[in-house]
């Protein structure tokens, strides 16, 4: 019952005729008493009620939040599409150079078709810019590998990725340049490029990055830089994991429907700042090395 109110407590009334659903009125003697029905109860006669479960208008933040996610996910599609339109053709399929690098970009072409079965190395690949990018960068990959300071796995790599006619002859400078041991001396390896019981030998390389100096008539010149991660992983090693950069430059030919490395060069640099961070344990490096495998590099 209403407390208080112009319409108070069994005072003057003048009736209207409104009845607001919630009250029901009685005539007598020119006055009107009102009765306040409790909040269970619902008037037969008057405007249905509201109930709990009516429809609740977005708040203003929801309709914010809604918003921004919207527009990142249009701006990620647009990121995605690599800034070309629909009916554009790219630089990299259509045989001229840029000298702006271009960002790595899905295509919709597959970068490879098969593998070595012999070496596991990425192979067939397409005749063009990107497909002569992504073949110097799985190439710089298996050259920085581990196995190269293994006699049989480095011709297997070797017979692989370069030209005939070609790799014989580079065969033979590698051959030169390990067989003092001096190479596998200073890595900690023994005669065969094994390294000492307990430890793990790493030589990995990590792409970052490729560029077309020169492609046509079958040909193609490509720059790969990338990081090497180099040493020996476990307690007590005198020769630790480090990390130095490098930029290899191939000289590719199209030979029997794949790209062969014909001439192969190798600069250091260019290498970013290091930063203040604390070198991992030994074990964890190891760990590392062992548990997270290498990628196919497309282009």
Not at 87 to 95: E, F, K, L, V
Not at 117 to 129: D, M, N, Y
């Amino acid at each position: 019952m209403s407390l208080g109110g112009d319409g108070g407590y069994g005072g003057d009334y003048d009736y209207d005729g409104h009845d607001d659903g919630r009250t029901r009125g009685t005539a007598s003697g020119g006055h009107l008493t009102r009765t306040r029905l409790p909040e269970g109860d619902e008037d037969p006669y008057g405007p249905p009620r509201r109930g709990p479960g009516r429809a609740v208008k977005p708040s203003r933040n929801l309709i914010t939040v809604i918003g921004v996610v919207v527009l990142l996910l249009a701006a990620i599609a647009f990121v995605n599409r690599g800034g070309q339109s629909d009916g554009g053709s790219s630089d990299a399929d259509s045989g001229g150079t840029n000298a702006d690098a271009q960002p790595t970009a899905p295509t919709g072409t597959r970068p490879v078709t098969g593998k070595n079965g012999t070496t596991g190395i990425a192979s067939g690949f397409p005749k063009s810019q990107q497909g002569a990018q992504s073949a110097a960068a799985n190439y710089a990959v298996a050259l920085g590998s581990e196995g190269m300071y293994k006699t049989a796995r480095r011709h297997a790599i070797v017979n692989a990725i370069y030209a005939p006619g070609v790799a014989a002859t580079r065969l033979k400078e590698l051959d030169k340049a390990l067989s003092g041991n001096k190479i596998l001396t200073n890595a900690g390896l023994d005669s065969n490029g094994n390294p000492p019981d307990g430890m793990t030998f790493v030589s990995r390389t990590n792409p970052v990055g490729t560029k077309v100096s020169k492609f046509g008539d079958g040909t193609a010149r490509i720059a790969v830089w990338h990081s090497l991660l180099f040493g020996l992983a476990g307690e007590g090693s005198k020769t630790p994991v480090t990390e130095s950069w490098y930029t290899d430059t191939f000289e590719l030919k199209w030979v029997e429907g794949d790209w062969k490395v014909t001439q192969y060069a190798q600069k250091a640099g260019p290498t970013p700042v290091g930063r203040d961070q604390a070198a991992s344990s030994a074990e964890d490096m190891a760990n590392a090395v062992q548990g997270f495998g290498g990628f196919t590099y497309a282009r």
